[in-house]
């Protein structure tokens, strides 16, 4: 196989990328319609919330053994991680938007 055939996207590719595309574009669109009605800390614990109920369902489904958190330590750097990579970036970025005017 040649090498510009390697990089040759093919059509599940192009599906996939439109796929993303659609689910990254309604988070943004469904963020300013909620926008409208709720301030943007709310808006971003309700995205969290239903992020945390999605990921509760597959672990109910999978059950992982190795998922038990049996050390405070532990559990202190996830909820760290949790408010440094979710909870603060998704209330900034609601902030953003309800701020920011995108068309004049």
């Keep these: ?12 590719n192009w599906a996939v990328l439109l796929f993303l595309s659609f689910v990254w574009g309604g988070a943004f669109m469904s963020m300013a319609v909620a926008l ?18 999605a ?3 597959v672990v109910a489904v999978t059950r992982p053994a ?6 405070q330590k532990t559990l ?5 991680l949790g408010v440094l990579n979710f909870a603060l ?11 920011v005017a995108a068309v004049p």
């Excluded at 510009?4 to 093919?10: M, S, V």
């Excluded at 943007?40 to 992020?51: D, K, L, Q, S, W």
């Excluded at 998704?90 to 953003?96: E, I, N, R, V």
């Design 89 to 99: 970036p998704f209330s900034l970025l609601a902030w953003g938007i309800q701020r």
């Design 66 to 71: 190795d998922l038990a958190i049996n050390d």
């Design 36 to 53: 409208e009605q709720y301030g943007p800390f709310t808006v971003a614990a309700g995205r969290i919330g239903i992020g945390a109920l």
């Design 1 to 12: 196989m040649t090498e510009a055939a390697h990089n040759t996207p093919t059509l599940r």
């Design 55 to 57: 990921l509760l369902a």
């Design 76 to 80: 202190c750097f996830i909820l760290l």
